[in-house]
C-alpha cells in the first residue's frame, strides 16, 4: 500500500496492489492527488526510494503541477505518513488474527477510512507538524 497523507484534515489517498510499490505505483498516486483537484499547491513528502526519484516520477508530478520534497536519507521520523503506517500496524497488526487476506485488508481499510473520525483523536497528537531541525550543529571534542 503507498498512501497520501492530508497533514491539516488527515484524508488519506492510496494505492493498493499485490505485489511491489514501483514507480507506476507512485504514478498512480499522482494521478489520484491530481484528480482532488484542491484549491491550494500540493507537495507530496517523499522518502529517498529510487522508485520515487526517477524521471517518471518527476515528470508525472511536473505534469500535474506536484512539489516532490524528498527527505534527508534515514529520517522516517519527518515523514507523517511512516507515523500514520505506525498507528495502523498498531491497530491491525499487534495481537490480531485474522482468518484470511481479504479480512487482513479489510481491517487496514477500515482503519485508514476512521483518520477523520474514529481515530482522529489519536492521530492529532502522533502527527503533529512540530519538527526541529539543527541548523548547524557542533560537537566538543574532548
Known sequence: MLGALNAITYEVITVTNLTYINAESVCQ????????GLPVPITLVLDNARY????????????????????????????????????????????????????????????LAHTQTTHKPALSSLLTLNFQSFKKAQSLTM
Open 29 to 36: 498516486l499522482l494521478g489520484k492527488l491530481g484528480a482532488l
Open 52 to 111: 520515487q526519484r526517477c524521471a517518471l516520477v518527476q515528470s508525472v508530478a511536473d505534469t500535474l503541477g506536484i512539489e516532490l520534497l524528498y527527505l534527508p536519507a534515514y529520517s522516517p521520523n519527518l515523514n507523517l505518513i511512516e507515523r500514520l503506517w505506525k498507528f495502523v500496524k498498531k491497530q491491525c497488526l499487534y495481537s490480531k488474527y485474522y482468518t484470511d487476506f481479504s479480512a487482513f485488508t479489510f481491517a487496514i481499510e477500515d482503519c
